[in-house]
């Protein structure tokens, strides 16, 4: 991974991540203290700001690639502080390796990011439209609207740092979020965690800090007025104190309460704010249905990557007695026997499964393996080429019934939010 040190080399080490779309720059403000006491680590993500473009599909690969980077300098135990899917990192991080890590802060961060059908649509417009549309709207999702009226400077910087970013290591990154789920893990990190959220932050807001709270052992929330997602950057002072309490309290002590700091003249730049520390009140983890075993399963979760949740929890829901046996077989066989096995890639199989919907006339099923071949890489360019191919074989009206489907299914997924 792509990274830098600042601080004294006898220090302890601090490892601080990025948020999805973002730079170590977006930790700029906070280094001048921290570094003072810590011996900071920043690194990018794949394909973010200049650094090499091979892209991760999941979380633990990118925790797995950091721990390399880490060994290759020498660095064995740290403390962890990540925004948003960098604090998926190093909850993964203190989940699979908690010996390395000796204290953990979640900047804007969640047991499971939205929904995957979301990140997927993400990431088949990016993959259609490229990043602009990601871009343009990034300031609405990352600032309080005050602070982007008053701070032009600062919105201008951070919609450059997405455009610059590597396409498809940002759809990368997207299936990484859509895939991540921890909810049912968290009682299992055992190291002292901070959870740190902006207060209006709209992303990863309050509620799923307060789950992260309720399921990690003695972990504690601080919540930060006058922020949203990029709290670090639209409060540095609040997060830079909030940071600074919780490793210099945290790095031994897992039991004690993490108290919120007052500094003589710690104003942030835009709003002056004092954080509020909070403890969260106990939730329950929404619950994960147990599985059925084998290949229902492995057939599930692939069914739910390809058509996505939005379509397989319809089809579940409406099934009752009469269509069970039927959802079930379609589940163990089509997804977990067929399209489960390595002989074809993704791709290629909602190649041959439009060809053949349009060849056997079933066009109601076309729309949902149109969305599904946007979500297995597929370009509109190549559907259409699809398409045109099974005008010569299949004939020309079951080509054109097709087009018409296609076309409005294509339209629907591709088109950024207004």
């Given amino acids: 991974m792509q990274y830098r040190f600042d601080g004294p080399e006898d220090a302890p080490v601090l490892v601080i991540g990025p948020s999805l779309g973002t730079t170590w720059h977006m930790w700029d403000r906070q280094i001048p203290e921290l570094s003072q006491h810590w011996r900071i680590f920043r690194y990018d993500l794949p394909g973010h700001g200049g650094a090499p473009a091979h892209p991760a599909v999941a979380v633990s690969d990118l925790a797995d690639r950091l721990l390399a980077t880490l060994d290759s300098v020498g660095v064995h135990r740290f403390g962890y502080a990540g925004c948003s899917i960098g604090g998926a990192v190093g909850a993964d991080l203190a989940l699979r390796h908690p010996h390395r890590v000796a204290s953990l802060a979640l900047v804007a961060a969640s047991p499971r990011f939205g929904t995957a059908d979301e990140f997927r649509q993400r ?66 990190i055992g190291v002292p965690t901070l ?55 945290g790095w031994q002590d897992t039991l004690g309460s993490i108290p919120v700091p007052i500094a003589p003249g710690s104003t942030a730049s835009f709003v002056p704010v004092v954080p509020v520390g909070e403890i969260a009140a106990a939730v329950v983890p929404e619950a994960i249905p147990a599985g059925r075993g084998d290949r229902y399963d492995s057939g599930m979760k692939v069914r739910r990557e390809v058509l996505g949740n939005a379509h397989v929890d319809a089809a579940t829901a409406a099934s009752d007695d009469f269509t069970d046996d039927f959802q079930e077989l379609v589940t163990r066989y ?75 299914v294509i339209q629907e997924e591709t088109t950024p939010p207004a």
């Fill in 123 to 188: 990431g088949v417009i990016v993959r259609t439209n490229g990043l602009e549309p990601i871009a343009r709207t990034s300031p609405e999702r990352w600032f309080t609207p005050g602070f982007a009226a008053a701070q032009p400077a600062i919105v201008e910087w951070a919609v450059q740092m997405v455009r610059t970013t590597d396409p498809g290591c940002y759809i990368a990154a997207c299936e990484a979020l859509a895939a991540f789920d921890i909810r049912t893990e968290l009682p299992r």
């Fill in 195 to 249: 959870v740190l959220v902006g207060a209006e932050d709209k992303v990863t807001g309050p509620a799923e800090a307060r789950t992260l709270v309720a399921g990690i052992p003695d972990a504690r929330l601080a919540l930060v007025p006058g922020a949203s997602h990029l709290a670090p950057v639209e409060q540095p002072g609040a997060v830079t104190d909030l940071l600074l309490t919780h490793f210099s309290t």
């Fill in 334 to 408: 089509a997804w977990g026997e067929i399209w489960s096995r390595e002989g074809l890639d993704r791709r290629t199989r909602s190649c041959v499964t439009l060809t053949a919907v349009v060849s056997s006339g079933h066009l109601g099923s076309l729309a949902q393996h149109v969305r599904a071949a946007l979500r297995n890489g597929l370009t509109p360019t190549e559907i259409k080429e699809v398409l045109l191919q099974t005008a010569v074989y299949c004939g020309i009206p079951a080509a054109s019934a097709a087009f018409g489907i296609a076309q409005s």
